[in-house]
């Protein structure tokens, strides 16, 4: 039985949940999402062998993030995600930069980005408005274990610094100067456990953030999320948030989809997101990914009429997966049954 989330449309979680459904009506009943960020800038010429990964090329090469922004929405994206995932003022900090100067290099992802959409823009009049053609920006934030750059955003096994209070005060001023750039909406990435989520959530409320957001966690097993809490649970707590709008699964085998969206589904009317990664395993200690399950793009996006189908609404790509995937997705969404 599905817990409604609320919200009649004059609430907070209406308004979240609203906004998210007027895009979604302007582009037909479903919106398409961007795909890998790190592996169209290395295909590129960008060097990421670095703890600030795809973060690196906001100091060093701008120019390279937007072109891949522009390139997936060429490519049919509906909505572009910042290169801010690995990007924290903590981590600038490390590199020798002062505070002030992290929190402009975080303004500056999102700027990058509606930079982007602004050239697609001005090239194509007749999609000059958002509600013609949604074409929207959202602000990435990536758990902690992305800061720690060392696989434990794939774990969920913070240490010490798995309290409540400790993971508030390490996102508090990044998601502010996020939300203060200006983006459509602000994307929770990769949630590897429901400490994080609910981390989350009561900093949405208290930093008074009227974005809309959503949550998307990460699952190894299709049952639970990658630290085994249940990701009945970690849904259940993003449903119960006012400001989130969306709800769903990234950087996951396409293989565990299916399962997980029925489970989000259990718990949630919010709409569903997913977009997973190309099917191979992150290997932490090697940093690269191994192991490929023969998945490429073609089969990727033989699933994605069935996610459809199972109630997904936002769908794209992540790690390993290119423009090409996102503009067969667009193609496969083409004959995908009307959206409920």
């Known amino acids: 039985m599905v817990v409604k989330s609320g919200g009649g449309g004059v609430g907070e979680e209406g308004a979240a949940c609203a906004a998210?459904?007027?895009?979604?009506?302007?582009?037909?009943?479903?919106?398409?999402?961007?795909?890998?960020?790190?592996?169209?800038?290395?295909?590129?010429?960008?060097?990421?062998?670095?703890?600030?990964?795809?973060?690196?090329?906001?100091?060093?090469?701008?120019?390279?993030?937007?072109?891949?922004?522009?390139?997936?929405?060429?490519?049919?994206?509906?909505?572009?995600?910042?290169?801010?995932?690995?990007?924290?003022?903590?981590?600038?900090?490390?590199?020798?930069?002062?505070?002030?100067?992290?929190?402009?290099?975080?303004?500056?992802?999102?700027?990058?980005?509606?930079?982007?959409?602004?050239?697609?823009?001005?090239?194509?009049?007749?999609?000059?408005?958002?509600?013609?053609?949604?074409?929207?920006?959202?602000?990435?934030?990536?758990?902690?274990?992305?800061?720690?750059?060392?696989?434990?955003?794939?774990?969920?096994?913070?240490?010490?610094?798995?309290?409540?209070?400790?993971?508030?005060?390490?996102?508090?001023?990044r998601l502010q100067v996020l939300a203060e750039a200006g983006p459509d909406l602000i994307a929770f990435e990769t949630i590897p456990n429901k400490l994080e989520a609910q981390a989350y959530v009561e900093l949405l409320d208290e930093c008074n953030i009227s974005i809309p957001s959503w949550f998307s966690f990460n699952s190894k097993d299709g049952v639970n999320v990658v630290s085994g809490d249940s990701l009945i649970?970690?849904?259940?707590?993003?449903?119960?948030?006012?400001?989130?709008?969306?709800?769903?699964?990234?950087?996951?085998?396409?293989?565990?989809?299916?399962?997980?969206?029925?489970?989000?589904r259990k718990v949630t009317d919010k709409p569903i997101l997913i977009y997973p990664n190309s099917g191979e395993r992150y290997d932490a200690e090697k940093k690269e990914w191994v192991e490929s399950t023969g998945v490429c793009d073609g089969d990727f996006v033989s699933y994605v009429s069935e996610w459809c189908k199972d109630g997904a609404a936002l769908i794209g790509g992540c790690c390993r997966t290119t423009p090409n995937t996102?503009?067969?997705?667009?193609?496969?969404?083409?004959?995908c049954l009307p959206a409920p």
């Open 20 to 173: 998210v459904r007027r895009w979604l009506e302007a582009g037909g009943g479903r919106l398409v999402l961007d795909g890998g960020l790190a592996t169209e800038l290395e295909a590129h010429g960008a060097d990421l062998n670095d703890p600030l990964w795809s973060a690196k090329c906001i100091l060093a090469s701008p120019h390279l993030i937007r072109k891949v922004h522009l390139d997936y929405i060429e490519a049919g994206a509906n909505i572009i995600i910042t290169a801010s995932y690995q990007a924290t003022i903590q981590g600038f900090e490390s590199k020798g930069f002062s505070k002030q100067q992290g929190e402009d290099l975080l303004t500056k992802s999102v700027k990058v980005a509606q930079e982007a959409r602004e050239m697609f823009l001005k090239e194509h009049p007749d999609q000059s408005t958002p509600m013609q053609h949604p074409i929207l920006v959202a602000a990435s934030i990536g758990s902690y274990g992305a800061y720690l750059a060392d696989g434990s955003e794939y774990s969920g096994d913070y240490g010490e610094a798995g309290t409540l209070e400790f993971l508030k005060d390490f996102h508090r001023r």
């Open 233 to 264: 649970e970690c849904a259940t707590i993003a449903n119960a948030c006012a400001k989130v709008g969306a709800v769903g699964i990234n950087c996951t085998p396409p293989r565990f989809i299916h399962g997980l969206i029925l489970s989000i």
């Open 326 to 335: 996102i503009r067969a997705i667009n193609r496969s969404l083409n004959q």
